[in-house]
C-alpha cells in the first residue's frame, strides 16, 4: 500500500489557517484603504475650499461653498451667484459626515466674500462615516493658529501675520 504524504484532514487544517490568516490580512488592507480614502476626500475638499476662498479674493465676487447630502453622499460645490458658467462641477464624497459647531449637518452653505470675510463663524469638522469620532479634520482656513482655542474664519491679515 502507497502511503500518501498528508491526509485529507491535514490539508483542511492546512487550509482553514490559510484562510484564517488571508482574512486577517484582508481586514488590515481594507482598513488601510479606508483611511487613504478618507484622507484623500479631506484633501479634495480642502483644495476646493481654498480654491474658492482664493476665486472670491481674485474676482472680486461673493462665492457659496455648499455641502448638502443627496442619496447618502456628501455633496460640495463652488458657486458664484453673478457668473454661474464659472462654477464647478460638484464633489461627491461617499465616506465622509459633518459636522458644524458639534452637530451633525444635512446642509450648509459657507459664504467668502471678496474681502476675506468667511461666514458662518464655527467649528467644522468632517468624520469617516463608518467610525464617527475616529478621525476629524479641520481645515486650516477655519483655525486661527496663534490662538489655539480660537476657531473660525481666517482673515487674510490673520494668515499674513503668522
Not at 9 to 17: D, K, N, P, R, T
Not at 23 to 31: D, F, K, L, P, R
Not at 124 to 150: C, G, M, N, Q, V
Amino acid at each position: 500500500m502507497k502511503k500518501h504524504p498528508f491526509t485529507l484532514l491535514e490539508l483542511m487544517v492546512a487550509f482553514a489557517l490559510l484562510l484564517l490568516a488571508s482574512g486577517a490580512v484582508s481586514w488590515n488592507i481594507y482598513q488601510a484603504v479606508k483611511k487613504y480614502q478618507f484622507r484623500s476626500d479631506i484633501s479634495r475638499l480642502q483644495r476646493q475650499l481654498a480654491s474658492c476662498y482664493t476665486l472670491a479674493l481674485n474676482t472680486a465676487s461673493d462665492w457659496k461653498f455648499s455641502l448638502s447630502y443627496k442619496q447618502n453622499r456628501l455633496r460640495a460645490q463652488a458657486i458664484c451667484p453673478l457668473r454661474p458658467e464659472a462654477c464647478g462641477k460638484p464633489l461627491f464624497f461617499d465616506s465622509l459626515k459633518v459636522q458644524f459647531n458639534g452637530e451633525e449637518i444635512e446642509e450648509l452653505a459657507i459664504y467668502f466674500s471678496p474681502t476675506g470675510r468667511i461666514e458662518p463663524m464655527g467649528r467644522l469638522e468632517f468624520h469617516r462615516a463608518s467610525t464617527f469620532h475616529e478621525e476629524i479634520f479641520l481645515p486650516d482656513l477655519f483655525r486661527i493658529k496663534e490662538i489655539p482655542d480660537k476657531e473660525g474664519p481666517m482673515h487674510p491679515n490673520d494668515v499674513a501675520s503668522s
